[in-house]
């Protein structure tokens, strides 16, 4: 009755004293065999760690908090398998923990990542189809579902990702883009998700981390990649950790809140004060968001072991890395070069928010630009940000002149130089803190035509905003609610359901089926993923290019003149060659390359030569 006694105050003891554990479990045969585990529980501190004979404690460590104990082992040689922690308190053991490390799947560190064979597709789950009303609101978390406040939660969750795949192939997309799923417990706006609470749980009003699994695997099955939305920069102000800090400085201090000076420019400017950098990198977004400090080891320990979980865990095949560009840029390079050390071919696209060329370039691994200065942020991809700003006006300039009209397009290309890699930058007309393309060109096809032929046919990997491919609107002037409004038929009851062939409507079927095709086309070109691109000076606002490779050409010619043009062929003879003819592949007609070609205004070619 004793021994009974005893074994259930330890077991309660075990219950009560370890709250946490991060990461829950790991996995055998890593690159980096260190890994450093974190209990938290009530002064458990207090405790003297040990763990079972056959594995190595490398380091402990306490903080000013008894709250936590971060506890550093050897993984080198160690198969899958359980062993035991045990916590110690003048040398009688009070409780014990069993940790797992489980078998990776067969070749997950060669995984292949996206690259520019892909078309991204970025949605904003809430707001894309609800297929399960069941979790619309949890009782442990703050906000509850009202989809009558255009900022508040809307109930899209994994399973409405899940149920409409068929959807997005069908469309063309080969790479998922969801901004974040883990928690986020704000009290209003968690939609969004950049605020998160809780960076090893998917948001319960999403699914589980067991349906996150499954959408991964669906994809799989699909061929198509899933793409997690990382936040390195900071969390949210209800994330646990906050409300009971593991050290002072796990966030920055001002003491508190100070809000970001959002000058990135400060990161790389040699003549930048040391309190213009200090704010940039250290600075808050909103008070809601407090800013996680990876100059702390332990938090960059911690971020970087999270992200690898993730990976392995949900068999991911990249990351978008959000605010890239407002992190301690030492620190961030160190993240990024940890989780591609563990995956050679991983692709992670940052957010640079920026409008020069050679600033964002500065952000790309092995830049040219950041080269001057000897730094490398060993990110493979960053955003085209200058490319999205002349998407925003340049289709109503209908009169070209020096600095107005396609030469717009044209110059963002002319610059590629500056660029390490500038396939592998990510191209889009709009995302989800942008205005909506089809508001600001009030929804006129023919311009949306031009811009999405250009998405498709430049170099880099394209992305498209949920609801772009059926005239989805917005007005960000409205607020960002406008911008990410519910995909019609995503709800039960919805009017308009444009998930199905049969629910759209004539103008959302124009919109979709000419974006379809384009990128179903675009699936299986090679020449497009990957060709050389050659373009020429617009003339009369009008912008030929050429992607080229060994075996294949293709011509595209933009009209952005509100007249019809007629183009002189001879100019192009260096692509053209000796083809006498292309089949444009939106209408099939075949145009014979050897006469001029006449283009109504404000439309497009793209031939396939032969």
């Known amino acids: 009755m004793k021994n009974i006694i005893l074994f259930l ?17 790991w996995y055998a045969g890593m690159h980096n065999p260190e890994l450093q585990i ?51 308190n003048k040398n009688k053991v009070a409780f014990t923990k069993k940790y797992a490390l489980k078998a990776r799947r067969v070749n997950s560190a060669e995984r292949k990542s996206f690259d520019s064979s892909d078309m991204m597709y970025l949605i904003m789950p809430d707001r894309f189809s609800n297929g399960n009303p069941k979790n619309d609101s949890n009782a442990e978390l703050n906000e509850k579902a009202d989809r009558s406040l255009p900022g508040g939660r809307h109930g899209g969750d994994i399973q409405g990702i ?125 008070p809601s968001m407090p800013d996680l400090n990876q100059s702390n080891p332990l938090v960059l320990n911690y971020i970087t072991q999270n992200a690898i979980w993730w990976i392995e865990y949900a068999d991911l095949d990249g990351f978008r890395v959000d605010t890239y560009s407002y992190n301690d840029k030492v620190a961030i390079a160190k993240w990024t070069k940890a989780i591609t050390n563990e995956y050679p071919y991983f692709n992670i696209v940052a957010e640079v928010w920026m409008h020069d060329k050679a600033q964002i370039s500065y952000w790309q691994k092995d830049s040219p630009i950041s080269a001057i200065q000897s730094y490398n942020s060993n990110v493979p991809s960053v955003m085209d940000f200058t490319l999205h700003d ?57 311009k949306y035509q031009m811009a999405i032929t250009i998405l498709a046919t430049v170099r880099g990997i394209p992305q498209l905003y949920y609801g772009s491919e059926i ?23 919805d009017k308009n359901n444009a998930f199905a ?50 075996k294949e050409t293709v011509m595209v010619v933009i009209n952005n003149s509100a007249e019809t043009k007629t183009i002189k062929m001879n100019r192009f003879q260096e692509n053209i060659k000796s083809f006498s003819s292309g089949k444009d592949i939106i209408s099939g007609k075949v145009v014979d390359l050897k006469e001029e070609v006449s283009l109504e205004g404000k439309s497009v070619l793209i031939l396939e030569l032969r």
């Open 162 to 286: 899940v149920n409409h795949l068929d959807y997005l192939q069908e469309l063309g997309v080969t790479a998922l883009w969801s901004t974040p799923l883990c928690e986020d417990n704000d009290k209003g706006y968690s939609y969004h998700t950049y605020g998160q609470s809780d960076v090893y749980r998917i948001d319960p009003r999403y699914g589980t981390n067991e349906e996150y699994v499954h959408l991964s695997y669906e994809m799989k099955k699909r061929g198509m990649k899933l793409i997690k939305d990382y936040v390195t920069n900071h969390w949210g102000a209800e994330h646990w950790m906050f409300k009971d800090l593991p050290t002072y400085d796990w966030f920055h201090q001002f003491p508190g809140f100070a809000q970001s000076n959002y000058r990135m420019e400060t990161q790389f400017d040699t003549n930048a004060s040391a309190i213009d950098a200090k704010y940039c990198m250290d600075g808050w977004f909103v």
């Open 501 to 550: 062939k049969s629910g759209r409507t004539a103008e959302q079927s124009k919109f979709f089926d000419f974006t379809a095709k384009l990128f179903q086309w675009r699936k299986n070109k090679s020449v497009v993923h990957f060709g050389k691109m050659t373009h020429y000076i617009p003339e009369n606002n009008v912008y030929v290019y050429f992607r080229h490779d060994d």
């Open 390 to 446: 002349a998407f925003g006006n340049v289709f109503n300039e209908d009169n070209a002149s020096w600095n107005d009209g396609m030469i717009k397009i044209y110059n963002n290309f002319t610059n590629d130089f500056l660029y390490a890699n500038p396939n592998n930058l990510l191209t889009f007309v709009e995302n989800h803190d942008t205005g909506r393309f089809n508001e600001m060109y009030k929804n006129d096809f023919k």
């Open 471 to 493: 005239g989805m609107a917005g007005d960000k002037g409205k607020g960002d609610a406008d911008i990410r409004q519910d995909f019609p038929g995503g709800w039960e009851g």
């Open 9 to 25: 105050l330890i077991s309660f003891s075990s219950f009560a004293q370890i709250e946490r554990m991060e990461p829950p479990f």
């Open 38 to 88: 974190m209990f938290y529980g009530k002064n458990i501190g207090q405790y003297q760690a040990s763990v079972s004979d056959n594995v190595v404690i490398k380091n402990v460590t306490k903080t000013e908090n008894p709250n936590y104990i971060f506890i550093t082992i050897d993984t080198q040689n160690l198969p899958a398998s359980e062993f035991t922690f045990s916590f110690k």
